[in-house]
């Protein structure tokens, strides 16, 4: 038996794993969640990606989304478990995927365990049931300085920060030349109200994943790479006990 677990070829073992990124808005959830993504070929989920596209529409649901996030409030459950659960649905998650922007409070973390166990169609052998939770811890007045200086690419969604990040050219995309935008939340008031709302709301998961033994935290002060470095070696220790336990089945 164990001849048979040290002579598979490692490339016949799938690479399947349930990536949760929490963190305060600045951290860099969306940035490691893109490299995470490409790193091992599973979609990124941004509910806050989602959400902006539907609210770019003019019908209704589109509408009052936009409302909630130009207040920097919460868009209700009922709306984003919808998103949630139709983008999870898609064949692209069947071998896992990293989310980030969700869960964001606890209601929303048992609803995704729920989700996870019950109603995930790829989940047959329950695989993705226990996803892998990393914080990425900032401090403070850092994360006001990424938010402040946060510019977007509107046409190629490549992200700068303009203290920290610059592109070559002032608020100018240094790939395709468009000039940069500014999230409407990324301002001062609004960037307040996303604050207290991860104080209040999303600090409650991190301890729901922690009492559950799910969370592992990394230093998001550190540089970008460092981060990933991070972010990579949490998961590869996670994810060889997956192997360990497919192979052994
Ligand atoms: P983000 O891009 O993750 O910073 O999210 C932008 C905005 O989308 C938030 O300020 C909320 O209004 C909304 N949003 C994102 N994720 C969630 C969530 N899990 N639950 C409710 N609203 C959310």
Redo the contacts with the bound molecule.
Sequence with gaps: MSGARTSRPKEQIRFIATIVLLGP?GAGK?TQAKRIAERYHIPRI????L??HIAAGNADPGRQIKE??AR????PDHV?FEVIAQRLRHTDCSRGFVM??????RT?ACWLDSFLERDFPASSRGRHAVPIVILIQVDPDHLLLRLAGRRVCPSCGRTYNIYLQPPRAREVCDLDGSKLTRRD?DREEVVRA?LVSYELETRPVAEYYRRKGQLFTVDGNLPVDQVTGQIVGVIEKRVKFIEDFDVAR
């Excluded at 941004?46 to 990606?49: E, T």
């Excluded at 980030?100 to 409070?105: E, I, M, S, V, W």
């Design positions: 808005p969306g941004s509910l806050g990606d959400l902006r909630f996030i920097g409030e919460l868009v984003v980030d922007g969700f869960p964001r409070t929303q939340d996303r």
